[in-house]
């Protein structure tokens, strides 16, 4: 079995448990015949466990309930356990039994996954960008990027419509008309518009949409948001120099064709 399974006395004396129970803690079955539980936890945790044994005998069952126990060697390890009392036929209660899973990959795991994500709030958090999930036309959350960018409180950002952030309605309503298709078809929205702080001031904006699932719009989208005001600035100086600089070689040549004419 890839459980165990025990079975006590009222008073926690072991009378029965499998091979995986056993193994589990670093002992074989017939080590543990009348011996209390207290050989599976440490002071601390046999605390708690006999908590939780007078409230299975006042509740009669429990379940999915995690129950940190000690091996032999000392290992600390947590197990995901389930239990009930075994009554007679009076309905009187003569035996505890639980099962139990040996959980510590699960916790690994979960520890892992809490500190990546952990981790991602940081980056997102520190981003030179803003970036907010959008649902319903209401942002339910943004980094500190999208709330720098705007020049709004998170709580104002929270209760007000996206609507805000346009110069417009009209041009609201087009990012809408020109990127909502485009994420129902699941590919990813880009576009460069003027938006507006909270300060009324405009400024342009690199503005990256996807959807969390094209198929279910209600599960709301990802925008990313990027000032883009200097570099477009640049741009247009860089193509102003450009067509100066073709208009001169174009008087250039006039020049030297006239010249050869003369």
Known sequence: ANFGVAITELDATIQYVNDYFANVHGYEPEELTGKNLAIFHNEEQYQK???????????????????WHTRKDGHVFPMMMNGFVI???????LFIAASARDISDLERIQKELHQTMIQQTIILENVAVGIGFLRDGKQVWVNRGFEELFGFSNEEIMRTSTEVFYPSHESYKQIEKDGYPILARGE??????????KDDSLFWCHVIGKAILPDEPDQGSIWILEDITERRRAREELKKAK????????EMLEVNRQLEQA
């Open 243 to 250: 067509d100066a600089a073709e208009a001169a070689n174009r």
């Open 87 to 93: 009554r007679d036929e009076q309905d009187e209660p």
């Open 49 to 67: 466990l006999r908590n939780i044994i007078r409230e299975l005998k006042e509740q009669g069952s429990f379940s999915d309930k995690v129950v």
């Open 188 to 197: 990813t929205f880009h576009t460069e518009c003027l938006m507006k702080r």
